[in-house]
């Protein structure tokens, strides 16, 4: 079954950048979605196809994907961007990255 | 707007069954395809179950493949998560999320309910 690796946690200082991979077979092949969930809420899409935003979610939030690896990259970021980190892809059926909880020190 | 509102977890005991349900509102729900993804305590996502718009397609997890399905009343604007013979690893969060296109699927999800507990244990 396919799989999809992301590191278990990412460190950033407020207004500096913050990169999240995820990594799979191929993955550049395949859309790769990103999800952001803060503690006790539910996951919010904050990209799609890749690259695309959803309305609502602020410009700091960007993808990308290529080769055997997709990441999201958030610019400037804030406090109120700690929280979970998934990525999610499909291939044959619908797989979840581990998650990565993002820490704004 | 755009709502997903789950109900029926609980506490049940290994081997019985439970049903879920997720009520819909602020959308064409007959559009969307609507899928069940879980969380188990302090774990990550894992995708459950799709069901297209109009009910023709239908896929599992091989982790609940033969025990689980998915059914959807277009009229009531609600989604069912029927639950047979459960195991403890079934303890999740689940959440019901509509695939973000219409007519189709994506296989990514735009909206998410707040979720229901589901604890399977003796």
């Known amino acids: 079954s396919y799989e999809l690796t992301q590191p278990p946690s990412v460190s950033v200082s407020p207004g500096q950048t913050a990169s999240i991979t995820c990594s799979g077979d191929r993955l550049g092949d395949k859309y790769a979605s990103w999800y952001q969930q803060r503690p006790g809420q539910s996951p919010v899409l904050v990209i799609y196809q890749d690259t695309k935003r959803p309305s609502g979610i602020p410009e700091r939030f960007s993808g990308s994907n290529s080769g055997n690896t997709a990441t999201l990259t958030l610019s400037g970021t804030q406090a109120m961007d700690e929280a979970d980190y998934y990525c999610?892809?499909?291939?044959?059926?619908?797989?979840f990255g581990g998650g990565t909880k993002l820490t704004v020190l | 707007q755009v709502q997903l509102v789950e109900s029926g977890g609980g506490v049940v005991q290994p081997g019985r069954s439970l049903r879920l349900s997720c009520a819909a509102s602020?959308?064409?729900?007959?559009?969307?395809?609507i899928h069940w993804v879980r969380q188990g305590p302090g774990k990550g996502l894992e995708w459950v179950a799709v069901?297209?718009?109009?009910?023709?397609?239908?896929d599992y997890a091989d982790s609940v493949k033969g025990r689980f399905t998915i059914s959807r009343d277009n009229s009531k604007n609600t989604l069912y998560l029927q639950m047979s013979s459960l195991r403890t690893e079934d303890t999740a969060v689940y959440y019901c999320?509509?695939?973000?296109?219409?007519?189709?699927?994506?296989?990514?999800?735009?909206?998410w309910g707040q979720g229901t507990v589901v604890t399977v244990s003796s």
């Open positions: 999320a509509r695939d973000r296109c219409s007519s189709t699927s994506c296989y990514d999800f735009d909206y």
């Open positions: 602020g959308f064409t729900f007959s559009s969307y395809g």
């Open positions: 999610q892809a499909w291939d044959s059926s619908v797989v």
């Open positions: 069901i297209w718009y109009d009910g023709s397609n239908k």
